[in-house]
């Protein structure tokens, strides 16, 4: 079938979906945001939840899609520019990504111009922020008076029923029927980027790499489709939770409180776990906490 749809276009495991956007809970919120002149935004949010995908599908439904500039704190050669940002202006629209790992002072810097951006209102510069919880916070953090300057959104899981629809408009796109929908739906638990990872690993496990003619329904086993997928995640995740789960003592009897916040991280709602709610509901573990909060603290 000519230019029928590819499995990696419709069930995406990195960059923009082509087909399978669906608007997260807080997009509407975002929208204005970005309408509004001046007003720096901060997306933050644990990753894999789609808030890089968000705020490029709102750029392009306001009308940005030239003088667009988007960095990553990942990248020695785009953090040079962020610290030249505040003499750049007008400079457009400017993301910044993974904001979190950029250097103190220059997230310092990026306060103050965000600042100045709102209190001046022209529709020259924004920025926009993208990083991981509390990522407003640390903004604030170095100028008080951004509170109300700021419009910060955070992203958390998104109800079954979009995650639902993000398999929902993949079928169509493959005109296929994933036999295992509802389990892809329960176990992404809020996330677009495991929905997809899920379903694209069923249709490998169904040979299904574009379009199909007529309609076809997979048999894939979700067991396996899960084993593939925490496969690949275990390559990222596994090294850092192993690190973790030891914490920073050789005695095994040190490393309970380490354990027991893995545990209700994994039990937890959400994706995120704050560790002063933690100690509240577990006051037993209030010492041992109190010193794991103090150790990264001192760290960043």
């Known amino acids: 079938m000519p230019n029928a749809p590819e499995l990696q276009e419709v069930f995406t495991v990195s960059g923009i979906p082509k087909y399978t956007f669906v608007p997260p809970v807080e997009y509407t919120r975002l929208l204005v945001a ?121 992203f958390e899981t998104n109800p079954d029923a979009k995650v639902a629809e993000v398999i929902r408009l993949g079928e169509e796109a493959l005109n296929v029927e994933l036999n295992i929908k509802e389990d892809i739906v329960t176990a992404a638990h809020g996330s677009f980027y495991l929905a997809q990872m899920l379903a694209f690993n069923t249709c490998i496990e169904a040979e299904i790499l574009h379009k199909q003619d007529a309609r076809v329904q997979t048999q894939s086993s979700f067991a396996t489709v899960k084993g593939r997928v925490f496969e690949t995640l275990s390559q990222r995740f596994y090294p850092r939770t192993r690190d973790f789960a030891k914490g920073t003592r050789f005695r095994r009897e040190g490393r309970a409180p380490y354990l027991h916040l893995l545990y209700w991280l994994g039990t937890s709602e959400e994706w995120t776990l704050s560790l002063d709610q933690c100690i509240m509901h577990h006051p037993e573990f209030r010492g041992s906490l109190i010193q794991i909060i103090e150790r990264i603290t001192s760290a960043n």
């Not at 968000?54 to 009308?63: D, M, N, R, T």
């Not at 100045?116 to 008080?144: C, M, Q, R, T, W």
Request: proline share 7%.
């Open 34 to 154: 970005l309408k509004t002149p001046g007003r720096g935004i901060v997306i933050e949010g644990p990753s894999g939840i789609g808030k890089t995908t968000a705020v490029i599908k709102a750029l392009e439904q306001v009308g940005v899609t030239e003088n667009l500039i988007k960095l990553s704190a990942r990248k020695p050669d785009d953090i040079a520019f962020v610290k030249e940002l505040p003499g750049m202006q007008p400079f457009g629209v400017v993301i910044i990504d993974d904001f979190h790992k950029l250097p103190t002072p220059t997230k310092a810097a990026i306060a103050d111009l965000m600042k100045v951006l709102a209190d001046e209102g022209g529709p020259g510069s924004k920025v926009i922020v993208i990083g991981i919880n509390k990522a407003g916070e640390s903004l604030i953090s170095f100028a008080d008076d951004l509170t109300n300057r700021l419009e910060i959104i955070p």
